[in-house]
């Protein structure tokens, strides 16, 4: 895998392990709302919502984490699918968050364009 992949699988990781907290424990602040929705309005009933979508960031994150371990300790295949298999989630899932909100376009970068650049990355 080279570096290029590898950097971006970095900052893949530390984007989700940034908005891991502010979706699971901070979205009850107006400033985390407005930056995670553009809106500062509250919508408590979505708060076990929030708490496990913040998880799932984290759990994301820790993939790309394991997979770079792995490329790194003399398992390079596993590592190169692992962090293969994380970064099409990431990007399917930041493609799936535009489409069903395109307000929400920020978020959806911020998700799919560092898991874009490891595939293609990979590719050329």
């Known amino acids: ?3 290029v992949s590898q950097v971006f699988a970095m900052l893949a990781a530390a984007i989700h392990l940034v908005v891991w907290p502010l979706e699971s424990f901070l979205y009850g602040h107006p400033r985390v709302r407005y930056l995670l929705t553009g809106s500062t309005a509250d919508a408590p009933e979505v708060r076990l919502w929030r708490f496990n979508v913040g998880f ?3 759990f994301l ?3 790309l984490v394991a997979g770079l371990v792995l490329l790194h300790t003399g ?5 190169r699918a692992v962090i293969t298999y994380v970064a099409a989630f990431m990007l399917a899932g930041g493609v799936t968050l535009f489409a069903s909100e395109p307000k929400l376009w920020r978020g959806a970068l911020g998700q799919a364009v560092p898991a ?9």
Do not use: P, R, W
């Open 1 to 3: 895998m080279n570096a």
């Open 116 to 124: 874009a650049v490891v595939l293609l990355a990979e590719v050329f």
């Open 75 to 79: 398992h390079a295949g596993d590592g």
């Open 61 to 63: 994150a820790l993939g």
């Open 56 to 58: 799932y960031n984290l």
